[in-house]
């Protein structure tokens, strides 16, 4: 056998190895382009998710205004920090919505007391009927919602206060 | 208290494994004497492990909320069963798993090989402890399974409903007897080329730990397929997702070697093509831990996606293949090729075994790994779907399995006799296959007509090595031979069958409605809430029939509460021609439900077929270690070469 096919088998692997060293140190984007982004709403009306407040439907949307359109439940762990990040948005002047999925108004109010309430308006899905016609496959997620009430940007997972700036960026587009 | 037994056990077996590997250096130095000792650090370090998972499986069993894994991956509510699966299933736990397979390996192996030269063994072992050292390396800094949480919450995060079914308890860990089992092949290889001792004999030491874990690897991708096939609810029995091609990939190495080794221990012959397949076929089994485990690919089989793990689990398997290939190339010239063959001969049969072989492992290698650099190079998202790996996979195992009918029937060295001839009947057999495929049903695809002929050839002449003796006088291995390759023929016959012959019916139906899907009435007669353990569901009720008596399916969709998702529950009904799959889905505005339907005729024969080639393997196992230890005790006694 000569030397050069001696060789090879690790010549072969250590290319493979480089390019795997490259790919994780590229880092990964697990950015998957939104199909809904341009489209409007998808047309809804749903009942209120905690007493106190206003429900939602597509009407709330059309007032000219950019708004964040936040799908969140009270079971949710990862959408207590959330909150936080969306209260924070608010004071800066963003008109946040929500959707709480699969949810009890009880549930929803006992979140908001003990977490705080950045919403100005919450939706109840129970069976995440909507959810799953806005095409979100899980809790939380956030979409940014024109004045004409088209999506122009959807949000996989929580918004974390590094997102802020880039959130408003999009709200700006979005007037 | 448990968890820190676990995790002390652990660093104590770490420590051992660098003990063990310092040994190595010390007895190949000069000092044959340590051998001793080095087999009993070996099976103190694998009973070390034994103890670490023992304790993992015991806080799972408790539910001890302070120890994170079992908060992120277990409930109070979940059955018991699954509450102890669940240490395996999630990363941690699965990986311990992994050393505690890989260390006791290294401890059967220390405790039950004679057939290797003591020098071979030294090194095989120190090449088992730095394998296992990289490995709890792994687990001590980067996953740790016994971390602590302060204060303990009072209740755990559940599990992944898909992940509570028999199926899925015991699929993870089958795989990994196998994957892991090779690992004894990879180090046998590295000792015998470090040693320069590759012979008959190293083969004849590493075939029981091929075959091994070879026929766990059969098993649990036969178990894989069957639980995707009925707990997804797609219908399917393979998708060739990455992490199927994950375990596919060791499985085709395996097997290649499986092959190759005979020559080398028949022979003396094919040895540094075999020394490479040992190398290559725990590098796979690495290669798809790294796969599944970093994240690196998307997968329907979601994991975490984690890039310091990733980065870990590379640069380990980065240094043990470079650091056996390395070996390889410089010790490959010393491997002098054995005793000769012509063209026609058993050795040329099972070199052609494995080309083939190999190159189905290049195609599913590079399909599976293919995306990933073109989206590093031109930032496109794509994935390389079942139509490549069809078109390149199946062709090449037809003409395999075409080939396999022959191969057994060689002669070693040179064949002189006419042995086409005595493949009439399967031919035969064959042709009338293809003639009545066309005949009956003249639409279906080429793939599977052929896949139809083949299968009626080979599941004759695989019979052929039997036929003309007495078959209760063949050898075991030889029965072992014949089952397996029977079992590629049941196996080849059910999957064409499934493709050409399968109705599917997808419809909105009402109550009372009926509908049609092959030659069966399905009529849907009510839905009903239902209520489990820790889910809730809807169930329908379903009333088929075919010319007799009704059959009742209830198959359901499940809602589990913690985490909240929701599983399609098939039901399926078995018959000896095929099986009726239904699956409830939504309901829609109108008060009708999804409804689908499918008749697969003969499909249970590719499970069938799958056990029916991991019996082969323990037939043939069975085999050789029954016949090995017959010879020692007629040589006078085994225990004189013990510690020889």
Known sequence: ?175 | MIAETGLAALWLAAGLAAYQLFLMTMALRSRVEVARAMRAVAVVQGALTLIAFAALLLVFARTDLSVALVFENSHSAKPFIYKVAGAWGNHEGSMLMWVMILSVAGAFLALFSRRTSERTLIAALGSQAALALGFYAFLLIASNPFARLNPAPLEGRGLNPLLQDPGLAFHPPTLYFGYVGLSIAFSLAVGAMFTNEVDAKLARAMRPWVLGAWIFLTLGITAGSYWAYYELGWGGYWFWDPVENASLMPWLAATALLHSINVLAARGALKAWTMMLAVIAFSMSMVGTFLVRSGILTSVHAFAIDPERGTFLLALLGIYVSAAFTLFALRGATLKEGAPFELVSRETGLVINNLILSVVLGTVFVGTLYPLFVEAVSGEKLSVGAPYFNAVAGPLALILALLVGIGPLLAWRRERRPVLKLLTVPALLGASALAITIIVVPSIGILPRLGLTVGAYLAAASILPLVGRNPFRAPLATWGLVVSHFGIAVALVGMAANTAFTSERLAVAKPGEVLSVGPWLVQLEDVTPMAGKNWTALEAQLRATRGSGPIILKPQTRYFSDPPTETNEAAIQTFWNGQLYTIVGKADDTGGWQLRLWWKPFVTLIWLGGALIALGGALALVGRLLRGRLRRVARGGWRRERYA
């Open chain 1, 1 to 175: 056998m000569s030397r050069a096919v001696r060789f090879a088998p690790l010549a072969v692997f250590l290319v493979i190895v480089i390019a795997l060293i490259w790919r994780l140190a590229t880092p990964t984007s697990t950015f998957v382009p939104s199909r809904l982004e341009g489209k409007p709403l998808p047309a809804f009306d749903l009942g209120p998710g905690v007493d106190t407040k206003p429900a939602l439907s597509t009407r709330d949307f059309a007032d000219g205004q950019p708004h964040i359109l936040n799908i969140f439940a009270s079971w949710c762990v990862p959408c207590v920090s959330e909150v936080k990040v969306l209260q924070e948005l608010k004071a800066r002047g963003a008109a946040i919505e929500g959707i709480a999925i699969r949810d009890t108004p009880e549930d929803v109010a006992a979140f908001l007391a003990r977490n705080g309430d950045p919403y100005d308006r919450i939706g109840s899905d129970p069976q995440s009927a909507l959810q799953i016609a806005l095409g979100s496959s899980g809790v939380p997620e956030s979409f940014i919602i024109d004045g004409r009430g088209v999506i122009r940007y959807q949000h996989i997972g929580p918004i974390e206060r590094s997102d802020i700036g880039m959130i408003e960026h999009k709200l700006e587009q979005a007037r």
